[in-house]
């Protein structure tokens, strides 16, 4: 399995608290991602990075932002966390933008 | 047209049945395709990769049909343990990987 490693896997945060979640690699894939999963809608992506300090909106990035200071790090932050924000995070990882990715675990939000 | 379309089933199929699924997508300039496999609760995994015409791997076949622009998946002699969610990728250049909402199978003995 391609080293992905997502922290926390499950986290419980009240409304207007911020929140990060982190996605740590160990393959030095030059592409990163975050989706988020909730029933009905499938895998949406939030943010993505093609390098250290590149990064790039997705289809649902309001409420979001990200950052990449090292090729193995990429960080979500959910600036004032809400109820509509919970989900289940993935992500992750290629070393291209037309190649095959590979996933982490999944962070479980829930957002009170 | 959206970027990606699956069906999203359910299909219930007996054990040993074979059992295709569709995915079209919008951007002709696409070059490669994947088909990823979800449990339920679990990150997705890869299945299969797509580059040209086909690609085959045991009881699994994945098509490409450029003209009519899908790609389908093929599943011979279904298992019980096929049941998941089967979620069709098309890479976009110079962007990011856009995931279909996938399709449920379920397989029943």
């Known amino acids: 399995d391609a080293g992905i490693t997502q922290s926390p896997r499950h986290k419980v945060t009240e409304t207007g608290t911020p929140v990060t979640l982190r996605c740590h690699q160990t393959?030095?894939?030059?592409?990163m991602y975050w989706y988020r999963q909730d029933p009905g809608h499938g895998l949406r992506l939030i943010h993505y990075?093609?390098?250290?300090?590149?990064?790039d909106k997705g289809e649902v990035s309001d409420g979001y932002s990200v950052s990449r200071s090292k090729t193995e790090d990429f960080l979500l932050t959910l600036e004032s966390a809400t109820s509509s924000q919970t989900s289940v995070y993935f992500c992750?990882?290629?070393?291209?933008?037309?190649?095959?990715?590979?996933f982490g675990q999944g962070t479980r939000l829930t957002v009170v | 047209r959206k970027e990606v379309e699956q069906d999203p089933g359910p299909f219930n199929v007996p054990e040993g049945a074979t059992v295709a699924f569709n995915c079209t997508y919008s951007?002709?300039?696409?070059?490669?395709f994947f088909w990823y496999r979800q449990d339920c609760r679990k990150e997705p995994k890869l299945l299969m990769s797509?580059?040209?015409s086909g690609n085959e791997d045991g009881r699994f076949t994945a098509q490409l049909n450029r003209a009519s622009q899908y790609i389908s998946l093929l599943i011979r002699d279904s298992k019980l343990s096929d049941s998941a969610t089967y979620l069709c990728?098309?890479?976009?250049?110079?962007?990011?990987?856009?995931f279909g909402k996938g399709t449920t199978l379920s397989v029943s003995s």
């Open positions: 992750a990882i290629s070393d291209g933008d037309r190649t095959e990715a590979f």
């Open positions: 393959e030095n894939h030059r592409y």
């Open positions: 990075s093609y390098g250290v300090k590149d990064t």
């Open positions: 951007n002709s300039a696409s070059q490669s």
């Open positions: 797509v580059y040209s």
């Open positions: 990728v098309v890479p976009q250049a110079g962007t990011a990987l856009i």
